[in-house]
């Protein structure tokens, strides 16, 4: 998923070539006229890198897709407050981080009140095999959300700090700290491996 | 020391980014998947837009509110002034009606006499 990302980084995407920030502009415009088409197509180019951003955050994909939809249903309803002149996919990501911030809140008071056996694995992806991936799993799941959000934001997605920072709502020097940590923490992991 | 020289801003590491590619991905990354996630937030949408017909934006709302509370204000003064208009009415039909009584009945406005004590 994230080769297609790629394909599309983030400096093409906050300045897109002429047509497609043009086809997003009218998509936006329509959508904001209750066009539901238009809307669907700014679903169909944002929802994979939406996904990439909540997936980091809740870690197991079920609820990915959850917050995925939540935020989606959420920008829908709020597009008469989104202004056109700004980028659409950091005004999205902002929301799509939040309904993941927000899933895990709800998730950990909702474990909190269960019992221990009850605990679901946050893990539960059937293709679990390779080693590596399962350490750096562990790895990122002992991160906070936010440091795990600001690190995928940065180095998968692009952003810039004071993007993130105003994404997440954290000042930019605390996206900066979370970075460092969040990839101190992921290069030991894969660091341990490599040395074993 | 600004956090800018105590975390500079180096370029994110390829390994951590590889590694990170498959954790990040949906565990069927395909086309189908896509489409199916597509189609699963279009329905929520066109629920929540099923039900926006009766719905109000909210600065339609603001609108309202402020359209409502400039109703109760001018309502608030119409009924201040009827109260005014009433009371005065009240008191000149009062004293109209003292003084017809007063031309009919001569004297009647005249303190009674006390009748004097034994």
């Keep these: 998923m994230l080769a297609v990302l790629r394909s599309h980084p983030v400096s093409e995407v906050s300045s897109p070539v002429v047509s497609d920030a043009a086809d997003e502009r009218a998509w936006i415009l329509d959508a904001q006229k209750g066009d539901q088409s238009a809307f669907g197509q700014l679903v169909r180019r944002h929802q994979r890198r939406a996904y990439a951003v909540a997936r980091a955050i809740v870690l197991n994909h079920e609820d990915a897709e959850d917050a995925v939809q939540e ?9 008469d407050r989104f202004r056109p002149d700004q980028a659409f996919g950091a005004w ?3 929301i799509v981080a939040n309904a993941a911030l927000d899933l895990t809140r709800r998730r950990k008071v909702r474990e909190a009140d269960e019992l221990p056996e009850t605990v679901a694995s946050p893990f539960r992806d059937p293709a679990e095999s390779d080693d590596l991936r399962k350490r750096l799993r562990d790895a990122l ?9 600001v690190i995928v934001l940065h180095d998968v997605e692009g952003y810039k700090h004071a993007e993130i920072g105003k994404m997440l709502g954290i000042p930019e ?7 460092h940590y969040a990839r101190a923490r992921l290069r030991d992991a894969l660091g341990s491996f490599r040395s074993e | 020391m600004g956090k800018e020289l105590q975390f500079p801003d180096v370029t994110p590491d390829p390994r951590v980014v590889a590694a990170l590619e498959p954790v990040l991905a949906p565990a069927q990354d395909t086309p189908a998947y896509w489409d199916g996630l597509h189609r699963r937030i279009m329905a929520r949408v066109a629920d ?26 001018a309502l608030g003064a119409l ?4 109260r005014e208009l009433n009371n005065r009415l009240a008191v000149d039909a009062m004293a109209e009606t003292e003084l017809e009584v007063a031309r009919v009945i001569p004297g009647i406005d005249e303190p009674l006499a006390v009748p004097a004590r034994r």
């Design chain 1, 141 to 149: 799941a002992e991160l906070p959300p936010r440091q795990r959000a």
């Design chain 2, 79 to 82: 009924a201040l002034q009827t």
């Design chain 1, 173 to 179: 020097g605390t996206a900066r700290s979370d970075l």
């Design chain 1, 92 to 94: 999205l990501h902002r």
């Design chain 1, 71 to 79: 935020a989606f249903l959420h920008a829908y309803r709020a597009l």
């Design chain 2, 48 to 73: 929540a837009g099923a039900i926006a017909w009766w719905s109000i934006s909210p600065a339609a709302a603001r609108a309202g509110l402020v359209a409502a509370g400039l109703a109760i204000l």
